[in-house]
C-alpha cells in the first residue's frame, strides 16, 4: 500500500472516531440532545472501544462532571486551574482521574443505559484489535508506528477542546469557554465550545454567522434514513 493511501485510510478511521465522540459520547448519550438507532450506538460504540479505548460509560461521567463545574474548583480538565498546556498534553491523565473512580461514574451516569457491548468484559482489551487492524493493513511496524499517531492525534484534538477552547478564540456568549473556528472543522463541531457551553443540551452546535458544524450534515443525514432524531435545537443565536 502506497503511503499517500496509508495517510488517507489513517486520517478517516481518525476522522470517524472524531464524529464517534462528538455524535455519540457527547450529544447523545451525556446531553441527550438527540438519539440515535440502537444498531448506530452498537457500532459507534464499538468503534470507539477498537480504535480509542474509550468507555462510553466513563467519558460521559466525565464530560457532566466538567459542566457542573465548568472552571471552577471540581472541573475535571479546566486550563483556569491546571494551565493551557498541562491540560493540552495532560488532559488524558485528568480525564482518567475520574473515569476511573467508581463512585463518580455512578454518580454522574444513573440514566447510562448503553449497548450490548457493555455486558462484555473484554472492552478494556478492544484497543488491542484496532492495533492488530493496523498491523494487517501496513504491516507490524508501519502499523504499530501509524497506530500510535492515530491514538496521540485523537487524544490532542480531544484536549484542545478542554484547553484551547477555554482560553483561546471568541466568544458568542458569557461563559468562559471560546469557539474557534478553524478547530471545528478538525474536531466535528466540537470546538463551537462558547456555544454549546450556552446550550449544552442542543445537538447543533454553530449559532453565529460564519460558524459550521462538521457533524450537523451527518447527523441530518443519518435522520433521513431513520437512524438519529434529533431532540434539542439551540433557541440562542449569536449577535
Known amino acids: 500500500m502506497s503511503f499517500l493511501w496509508m495517510c ?24 441527550r440532545g438527540m438519539e440515535v438507532h440502537p444498531g448506530m450506538a452498537f457500532f459507534m460504540h464499538l468503534w470507539l472501544i477498537v480504535f480509542t479505548g474509550i468507555s462510553p460509560r466513563e467519558w460521559v461521567a466525565v464530560h457532566r462532571k466538567h459542566h ?22 495532560g488532559n488524558a491523565f485528568y480525564y482518567r482521574r475520574v473515569a476511573k473512580d467508581p463512585a463518580a461514574v455512578r454518580k454522574y451516569t444513573k440514566d447510562y443505559k448503553g449497548t450490548f457491548i457493555d455486558r462484555f468484559s473484554w472492552q478494556g482489551y478492544g484497543i488491542s484489535i484496532g492495533w492488530l487492524i493496523f498491523c494487517l493493513m501496513f504491516g507490524w511496524a508501519w502499523g504499530t508506528g501509524v497506530f500510535l499517531f492515530q491514538a496521540v492525534a485523537y487524544v490532542l ?14 466568544r458568542n456568549f458569557d461563559n468562559l469557554a471560546t469557539n474557534v473556528r478553524w478547530l471545528a472543522f478538525l474536531t466535528g463541531g466540537e470546538a463551537l465550545h462558547n456555544n454549546h457551553h450556552e446550550a449544552p443540551t442542543a445537538a447543533h452546535f454553530a449559532m453565529g454567522k460564519r460558524e459550521i458544524d462538521p457533524a450537523w450534515p451527518i447527523i441530518r443525514l443519518m435522520e433521513s434514513f431513520g437512524l438519529a432524531r434529533v431532540k434539542r435545537l439551540p433557541v440562542a443565536k449569536a449577535a
Not at 485510510?9 to 446531553?31: E, N, P
Not at 457542573?68 to 472541573?75: A, N, T, V, W
Not at 484534538?157 to 471568541?170: E, K, P, V, W
Open 68 to 89: 457542573q463545574f465548568s472552571d471552577k474548583e471540581g472541573d475535571p480538565h479546566s486550563p483556569y486551574l491546571l494551565g493551557l498546556w498541562q491540560v493540552f498534553f
Open 157 to 170: 484534538l480531544n484536549s484542545s477542546i478542554n484547553s484551547i477552547c477555554h482560553m483561546i478564540g471568541y
Open 8 to 31: 488517507v485510510i489513517t486520517a478517516v478511521i481518525i476522522q470517524v472516531s472524531v464524529f464517534c465522540t462528538t455524535i455519540y459520547l457527547h450529544r447523545t448519550l451525556t446531553h
